[in-house]
């Protein structure tokens, strides 16, 4: 039988001299954003900063597929046909990895990702969840990660921040302005179980930061720490 292989997305830089690829993840509201960019702002140029998709501007490509899928209102991007927003979200993340030319990685050491395919995998596993009762999140989480397998490479490293989901949601719903009706707090309570879950059965990618009760200067402190010694540790491997 002949096997056909899946051809990979463009990828510049690839080998030994690529950048680490750090993603960040975690539920709303528990600081990711807040913490990346300070993160990269401390970290300078050799720190290429990948924003969240729902950051983008407007008038980008993501920006539009973003704004498309908010059209309904719903804080959770559902507009009704979850297969369809799970494939165009994997599509932005794919894309994230064709745009990175030599030229924009010049001088990187690491890029760190606000929200990488693993919010693609917890959020629309949760999120088909709830609209076909009898799928498990969990095995929908896993396909979507297989499926994003198959077209690129998994981060690196990733950094789960883990806090009080109270206060997460709280400040989310502060952030947004609006009340989080029932429907997303039970997504986000899922999505939150799905971490923990794909953290478990990758400990060698996944560490965990506990920041619960930290302001946002320990956070972005405790992040910034956790990519310094991803970094640092690569270099001890490159010499070894
Ligand atoms: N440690 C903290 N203590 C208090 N407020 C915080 C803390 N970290 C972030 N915030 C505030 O909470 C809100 C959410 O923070 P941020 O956007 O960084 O979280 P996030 O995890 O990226 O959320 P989302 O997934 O919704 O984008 C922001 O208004 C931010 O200023
Ligand atoms: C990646 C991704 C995200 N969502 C949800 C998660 C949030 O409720 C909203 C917006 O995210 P933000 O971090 O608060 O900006 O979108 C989703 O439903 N599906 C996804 O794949």
């Known amino acids: 039988m002949t096997v056909i292989r899946v051809p990979a997305p463009r990828r510049a830089a690839d080998g030994l001299g690529r950048p680490l690829w750090v993603s960040v993840e975690g539920i ?62 994997l599509a932005l993340k794919f894309r994230e990895v064709e745009r990175l030319t030599p030229e924009l990685l010049d001088g990187v050491d690491v890029i760190v990702e606000d929200r990488g395919v693993d919010s693609v995998a917890v959020c629309q596993g949760a999120i088909l969840h709830t609209e076909h009762r009898a799928t498990p999140a969990r095995a929908v989480a896993n396909q979507i990660l297989a499926t994003a397998r198959r077209w690129r490479s998994m981060p690196d490293a990733t950094l789960l921040l883990t806090g009080d989901r ?39 990618r996944f560490t965990l930061i506990d920041v619960t009760g930290h302001d946002r200067a320990e956070t972005g402190k405790a992040v910034e720490d956790a990519v310094r010694a991803i970094v640092a540790r690569r270099e001890v491997d490159r010499a070894g």
Do not use: M, W
Request: net charge negative; proline share 4%; with cysteine.
């Open 28 to 89: 709303n509201g528990v600081g990711k954003t807040t913490a990346v960019r300070a993160t990269a702002a401390s970290l300078g140029s050799r720190c290429l900063r990948l924003d969240e998709l729902t950051d983008q501007a407007a008038d980008t490509l993501p920006g539009r597929v973003i704004a498309a899928l908010s059209a309904e209102g719903d804080v959770c991007l559902r507009t009704g046909h979850p297969v369809v927003e799970t494939l165009a979200l």
């Open 166 to 204: 109270e206060v997460c949601t709280a400040r989310f719903a502060a952030r947004i302005g609006r009340t989080l009706p029932a429907s997303a707090l039970e997504v986000i309570a899922q999505t939150e179980q799905l971490y923990l879950e794909l953290a478990a059965a990758e400990p060698d």
